[in-house]
């Protein structure tokens, strides 16, 4: 069964840059049939998607993120990583990290969610 | 960009209700469309995937077709364990989800 499971500082100040990081279990990220990607919701609202890495290489982002979005893989840590820089309060949500099929575009294993509060 | 319209917005239904969401793509996608159901503080669950095919494991009573822009998703039977918020989300370029469809029981 796969599992992910994201973590990272849940309070970070206007204008840093917020880190997360994922780990997969139960599967292999090296898998060259799945993308892995990184999905956000603010409060009472609905899920955006941010970007995606795919283990042989390359990243695809948010147009609306793209130039605060880092997103790579860690093949020996069996990990992703979210780097979202310049945060404002409208950056507060809650991230998911997700697996997505690479043929037909689904997520179809998500992790449980973390929080991320954007205040000084 | 792609844009995805889901409705309704909110939804209020009986068991044993035949419920039905539709989703308008802003240009052609094909078949390229999923459908998710979110519960409060859950992560989403995946249910219907490229427009019409039922995940594993999901009931029979959930079911999804449409290609091109319109798209429907249906619940044949309402069951109290199906209160949640549903998305869908097109993958014909990149990746957008609707804006949601809460649902609840009346």
């Known amino acids: 069964q796969v599992q992910l499971q994201e973590s990272g500082p849940g309070l970070v100040k206007p204008s840093q840059t917020l880190s997360l990081t994922c780990t997969v279990s139960g599967g292999s990220i090296r898998s060259e049939s799945y993308y892995w990607s990184w999905i956000r919701q603010p409060a009472g609202k609905g899920l955006e998607w941010i970007g995606r890495v795919y283990i042989r290489g390359g990243t695809n982002y948010n147009p609306s993120l793209k130039s605060r979005v880092t997103i790579s893989v860690d093949t020996s840590k069996s990990q992703l990583s979210l780097r979202l820089s310049s945060v404002t309060a409208a950056d507060t949500a809650v991230y998911y990290c997700?697996?997505?099929?690479?043929?037909?575009?689904?997520?179809?294993?998500w992790g449980q969610g973390t929080l991320v509060t954007v205040s000084s | 960009d792609i844009q995805m319209t889901q409705s309704p917005s909110s939804l209020s239904a009986s068991v044993g209700d035949r419920v039905t969401i539709t989703c308008q793509a802003s240009?052609?996608?094909?078949?390229?469309l999923n459908w998710y159901q979110q519960k409060p503080g859950k992560a989403p669950k995946l249910l219907i995937y490229d427009a019409s095919n039922l995940e594993t494991g999901v009931p029979s009573r959930f079911s999804g077709s449409g290609s091109g822009t319109d798209f429907t998703f249906t619940i044949s039977s309402l069951q109290p364990e199906d209160i949640a918020t549903y998305y869908c989300?097109?993958?014909?370029?990149?990746?957008?989800f609707g804006q949601g469809t809460k649902l609840e029981i009346k």
């Open positions: 997700a697996r997505v099929r690479r043929v037909a575009g689904e997520f179809d294993y």
């Open positions: 989300q097109q993958f014909e370029n990149l990746y957008t």
């Open positions: 240009q052609d996608i094909n078949t390229y």
